[in-house]
């Protein structure tokens, strides 16, 4: 399995970004997917995650309400939707996965539980 995020940029507070995580291997739909992220001197902190095969879905307090996870299975991707982006939002984005059975949902916050990792992509959100 590989993954590669894509999608980050500079935008001003406000604003929005649409990530980007593609993948080679299995089918995404079979396997849950997760975001999270790591800005400079923090640790990696969960962002969003999706189950697999449904619509279930997580979110960190910080960004509910603002960010939606979604995928395309026909194209393999899952997506990380992020509106009204603030300062705070600034760090590197990664996607992770797969998340295979069916585990609590404790587990999808928790990075361990993912064996693979995207190479990340910057988000910085500043006037």
């Known amino acids: 399995v590989q993954l590669q995020a894509s999608g980050g940029g500079l935008v001003q507070p406000g604003g929005s970004l649409r990530l980007t995580c593609t993948a080679s291997g299995p089918p995404f739909s079979t396997y849950g997917m997760g975001w999270f992220r790591q800005a400079p001197g923090k640790e990696r902190e969960f962002v969003a995650a999706m189950r697999k095969g449904t619509t279930s879905s997580y979110y960190a307090d910080s960004v509910k309400g603002r960010f939606t996870i979604s995928r395309d299975k026909e194209n393999n991707r899952v997506y990380l939707q992020m509106n009204a982006l603030r300062p705070e939002d600034t760090a590197v984005y990664y996607c992770?996965?797969?998340?295979?059975?069916?585990?609590?949902?404790?587990?999808?916050?928790?990075?361990?539980?993912?064996?693979?990792w995207g190479q990340g992509t910057q988000v910085t959100v500043s006037s």
């Open positions: 992770a996965g797969p998340v295979k059975g069916n585990p609590i949902s404790s587990s999808y916050y928790c990075p361990s539980t993912y064996p693979y």
